[in-house]
């Protein structure tokens, strides 16, 4: 009889122990709070005002809507803005893959000063960005006082709007690439090395591939960063409407003059556009994940 319960409460605290391992507690609340609080958050944050966005553009009449974000001077800040946006974007892609290398494959003197000047534009409000960089590239500046004679005017001009979101769009790339380049194995680099790989031929079916998604998550950061940037550019843009006025210039302008629509109405088309290239840059980096047999 003292076997049989011996035997009994052995089962049980097995079967205790088994339960415990089967349901670990957990430092936050169960899924349904923490995910209620989440959309909570959120829609406090992003979708209510968005919806007030969306909302407010609503009150035009589609005729009134299309004058509105089809003027010539609103197409002319279109273009500026997504192209500027676009070539800074790029260029940091490059620039910010090849600073992200040199920091994790190289040990220099100052290498943690270098890291550290990395995240600058992070630290560094938008408008001392601007007036530094305008004060740089004018007419009387450091550089623009050797750039001018030579009929290259920077300061107030679309290329000093490009240089303002370069400035403010690189950490994104570096510190988006910077930790899967460490976590890259080197061992593959050393068996396509031995198998007779060029160098060229390591970077671009080895190393490439496995921190493209990384790029393009950073590609994308940086643009989203520059299409909404305002502080940094408005010092260097000149603002000169049709030439250098970039969309948020127009949509503040709108503001200052009472007219919310089509201050809403403008941001809206932003917005939508802004959105389709995310998504966009988001099916690339499915698409990559599931070419290189990664997970979704």
């Not at 001077?73 to 800074?88: D, E, M, P």
């Not at 500046?141 to 000093?160: N, R, S, T, Y």
């Not at 090395?193 to 190393?207: D, E, P, S």
């Amino acid at each position: 009889m003292s076997s049989a319960t011996s035997a009994a409460a052995q089962g049980a605290l097995l079967a205790s122990a088994q339960a415990g391992r089967r349901a670990p507690k957990r430092v936050l609340p169960g899924f349904g709070i923490t995910l209620g609080y989440t959309l909570f958050y959120l829609s406090i944050i992003v979708l209510i005002p968005l919806s007030a966005l969306i909302f407010k553009t609503f009150t035009l009449t589609w005729v009134e809507f299309w004058a509105a974000v089809s003027s010539p001077r609103v197409v002319a800040s279109y273009k500026l803005t997504f192209g500027a946006s676009l070539i800074a974007a790029l260029v940091n892609l490059v620039f910010g893959l090849l600073i992200a290398w040199v920091l994790v494959r190289y040990k220099f003197p100052g290498k943690k000063i270098v890291d550290a000047l990395v995240d600058l534009p992070f630290a560094l409000p938008t408008a001392v960005a601007g007036i530094s960089l305008t004060a740089l590239l004018a007419g009387n500046g450091w550089v623009g006082q050797i750039l001018e004679p030579m009929g290259i005017q920077l300061a107030f001009k679309p290329a000093g709007i490009v240089i303002a979101l370069i400035f403010i769009g690189l950490p994104f790339v570096v510190r988006t690439v910077q930790p899967v380049l460490e976590d890259a194995e080197k061992e593959l680099e050393e068996a396509a090395t031995c198998l007779g790989a060029t160098r060229l031929q390591t970077f671009t079916k080895v190393i490439l591939p496995s921190i493209t998604p990384a790029l393009l998550t950073g590609f994308a950061m940086a643009f989203a960063r520059a299409v909404g940037e305002y502080g940094s550019v408005i010092f260097i843009a000149g603002n000169v409407p049709m030439v250098s006025e970039i969309t948020p210039l127009i949509i503040i302008g709108k503001l200052e003059q009472y007219d919310y629509a089509g201050a809403t109405a403008v941001a809206t088309v932003m917005l939508v556009i802004s959105f389709v290239l995310l998504l966009i840059i988001n099916a690339l980096q499915a698409w990559q994940r599931r070419h290189a047999g990664a997970p979704a």
